[in-house]
């Protein structure tokens, strides 16, 4: 029977906990700087949401 792994050899195997979590959205405080952005990285059609996820008062990209 083996003994437990101790914590610090758990901590750098590799044991599949990997998390595959999804991109999320470039965030900006204000209608200006996501404009900016938008025009800086080459974006032409685009539209500027609010996302009012709770307290969050956020602006983002999304194409048209």
């Known amino acids: 029977m083996?003994?437990?792994l101790h914590t610090r050899?758990?901590?750098y195997l590799t044991l599949g906990i990997e998390?595959?979590?999804?991109?999320?959205?470039?965030?900006?405080?204000?209608e200006l700087e996501a404009k900016k952005y938008a025009e800086r990285t080459g974006m032409k059609?685009?539209?500027?949401?609010?996302?009012?996820?709770g307290l969050s008062k956020k602006f983002r990209l999304a194409k048209k």
């Open 2 to 4: 083996t003994g437990k």
């Open 9 to 11: 050899k758990k901590r």
């Open 19 to 30: 998390r595959n979590r999804k991109p999320r959205p470039k965030t900006f405080h204000s």
């Open 45 to 53: 059609e685009y539209l500027i949401e609010r996302m009012n996820y």
